[in-house]
């Protein structure tokens, strides 16, 4: 089983859509966990951090379900500038950081 | 400096040379990262910095490869004797303190030919 598993897609929304984002991750003893975007050929850049509590910035809304080691991305109302591979990232024990293959999202006008 | 930057941009270069690629983190971040990304494919993780050292290098795919860091800020990634196999695009990051977000330069382009 892999570290951090992510279904690969791509997921096709049309603008407007609600798209969700899973992604698993094998160590319960992990301590942080990130999204990430990255635009084909660009490097990969923080969305936010994901915590227990839930926690939003605008139309993205990311979650932590330690019970079931899995985190989520939710978006809103899906712009054409969200098309963009989703990168999930795990921490442990403060170094070892593990990204995941990511979910590849394209929104169609 | 405002990013992490990396250097070059692009390096084209004859199997069997080495290749040296340089990376400055943010100012005052002690964690550095270094990834490799072949086309089409997720993050590799190579090495990881802590200050000047280095508590895991099980990431380097060979010995042909090698890192360093000095002074607490920049870090050079080394390749010898370069294979095919060894082009991709190799992504540098830093954080402020283990544990906390990465934030990545624009990356090394090395091409093998």
């Known amino acids: 089983r892999k570290e951090v598993e992510q279904d690969p897609g791509p997921f096709n929304v049309p603008e407007g859509a609600t798209v969700a984002f899973n992604c698993t991750y094998s160590n319960s003893a992990s301590q942080s966990f990130f999204w990430y975007r990255q635009d084909c050929r660009k490097e990969p850049k923080l969305l936010m951090s994901v915590y227990s509590s839930g926690n939003e910035d605008g139309r993205f809304t990311a979650q932590l379900n330690r019970a079931s080691q899995y985190i989520s991305l939710l978006i809103r109302d899906s712009k054409l500038s969200d098309s963009a591979t989703y990168l999930c990232v795990v921490i442990d024990g403060g170094f070892k950081t593990i990204f995941g293959a990511g979910t590849r999202l394209f929104v169609k006008a | 400096g405002a990013g992490v930057s990396q250097s070059p941009s692009n390096k084209v270069t004859e199997k069997g040379k080495d290749v040296e690629l340089r990376c400055d983190p943010i100012s005052g971040h002690t964690a550095l990262y270094w990834y490799r990304q072949s086309l089409g494919q997720g993050l590799e993780f190579l090495i990881y910095?802590?200050?000047?050292?280095?508590?895991?290098k099980s990431g380097l795919p060979s010995d042909r490869f090698s890192a360093e860091r000095t002074g607490g800020s920049v870090s050079t990634l080394t390749i010898q004797r370069t294979q095919q196999e060894d082009s991709a695009v190799y992504l540098c990051a830093s954080s402020l303190v283990e544990g906390q977000p990465q934030h990545f330069g624009d990356g090394t382009r090395l091409s093998i030919l």
């Open positions: 910095f802590q200050g000047n050292s280095a508590p895991d």
